[in-house]
Nanobody
Framework: QVQLVESGGGSVQAGGSLRLSCVVS????????MGWFRQAPGKEREFVAA????????YYAESVKGRFTISRDNAKNTVYLQMNSLKPEDTAVYYC?????????????????WGQGTQVTVSS
């Protein structure tokens, strides 16, 4: 049974930081590309960041580039999203996802497995 469990969400003031973690079990983590997506109330799910299975290639949405950093630890089956300089518009439920292609992708359709999400709230 594949499980993706996010943690690290919470409430923070604008300008603050949070670090999200996603622990994966039930699959060979090192073979999978990983992504972070988010969905704000009343909005479509959107891509945030992705990382290749090797960890040497990363991709970011323009809205988070320079503020967020995706990383992974294949020994711990964990992917991280370091979020700095948070803005109120970053408020959303954040989801991690695992894609079998291994490459990392901004497309939600590239991912087979999804976590339940963790809430991030940024106040002004």
């Amino acid at each position: 049974q594949v499980q993706l469990v996010e943690s690290g969400g919470g409430s923070v003031q604008a300008g603050g930081s949070l670090r999200l973690s996603c622990v994966v079990s039930g699959l060979r983590f090192s073979n999978y590309g990983m992504g972070w997506f988010r969905q704000a109330p009343g909005k479509e799910r959107e891509f945030v960041a992705a990382i290749r299975w090797t960890g040497d290639s990363t991709y970011y949405a323009e809205s988070v580039k320079g503020r967020f950093t995706i990383s992974r630890d294949n020994a711990k089956n964990t992917v991280y999203l370091q979020m700095n300089s948070l803005k109120p518009e970053d408020t959303a439920v954040y989801y991690c996802a695992a894609g079998p292609s291994g490459l990392g992708s901004p497309l939600g359709t590239a991912y087979r497995y999804w976590g339940q999400g963790t809430q991030v709230t940024v106040s002004s």
